[in-house]
């Protein structure tokens, strides 16, 4: 019996797929030349928003440069730390914002309009889609803003942080991004029980405040639920902490990994249960 040896041309006009890395990648970019679009088309409003927020964090440092008229240190926080803290918040907030929030924000539109059911036929997977579907181009500019006010606090204590504490605040300020994603993307997921959550949405986003002030102001029962059930002090103060070599023990950045981890897990456990109770706004 012959043996029958496969033509090299034989592979000729086979498809070859690319990777699944590539193929979000490149929907990704897609999505961010639409917002890209999006945004130019409305250039006023564009740069009022950016205005608007810059107004903002500097009510922030003004609030804290009277604030410290009257004292001299909030706990173990000097007033230039306080401002590293200040700007620290404002980049995880910011970053956070240029990425999640109005896409988190637009979830019960989609469930309450029916436009999940398009989503939920496309070959690609849905979280990501509603997650980053658009991207807030100005949050980038205000997030600048805040590394400026950040690298001034720096100079002005003197710090030289080494490459460790640099890429561990790095890190860590993913970690809170996180952290916050997943549990405002969880309160969103609320719009498959009440069709509108944007209260509760814009409601947690609020409590961003908080976590521009130093942990040490408070106690009792407020820092515990605000540190193990909204862990928003934990999200920049200990980004912060490291950078300012304020960190004694490593257990403050393994609670905030900690609090990430299960937060994400929560989060994804909440949403596939509410795609399961969903039901097409046309029927």
């Known amino acids: 019996m012959e043996s029958k040896v496969q033509s090299p041309k034989s592979n000729v006009g086979v498809t070859r797929h690319p990777s699944p890395v590539a193929r979000y990648l490149t929907i990704y970019g897609a999505l961010w030349k639409n917002s890209v679009t999006r945004e130019m088309s409305f250039k006023g409003n564009f740069i009022l928003w950016i205005v608007v927020e810059l107004l903002w964090f500097a009510m922030q440092l003004c609030f804290i440069g009277v604030l410290y008229l009257h004292t001299n240190s909030i706990g173990t926080w000097t007033q230039w730390q ?33 436009k999940m059911d398009f989503l939920l036929m496309l070959p690609i997977n849905t979280r990501f889609l509603v997650s980053l579907r658009q991207v807030d181009l100005g949050a980038f500019v205000n997030a600048a803003f805040a590394v400026a006010i950040m ?16 890429f561990g605040f790095l890190a860590l300020c993913g970690v809170g991004i996180l952290v916050h994603y997943s549990l405002m993307f969880m309160l969103a997921a609320i719009s498959f029980w009440t069709v509108r959550a944007q209260g509760i949405v814009w409601g947690y986003y609020n409590l961003f405040n908080i976590a521009r002030l130093p942990d ?26 490291v950078l300012a070599d304020k960190l004694q ?10 609090m990430a981890v299960v937060c994400a897990l929560v989060s994804e456990w909440f949403w596939r249960l509410s795609v399961r109770r969903y039901t097409s706004a046309s029927t």
């Open 249 to 258: 023990s490593p257990v403050l950045w393994l609670l905030l990994l900690g």
């Open 216 to 241: 040490d102001a408070f106690r009792g029962v407020f820092k515990v639920v605000f540190t193990f059930v909204l862990p928003v002090l934990l999200v920049s103060n200990v980004p912060t902490r």
């Open 82 to 114: 306080v401002v590293l803290l200040v700007g620290a918040s404002s980049f995880i907030q910011q970053t956070y914002q240029a990425f999640f929030l109005v896409n988190c924000t637009n979830l019960s539109e989609l469930v309450r309009t029916g």
């Open 151 to 166: 690298v001034f606090a720096a100079g002005k204590l003197h710090l030289h942080p080494t490459a460790v504490q640099f």
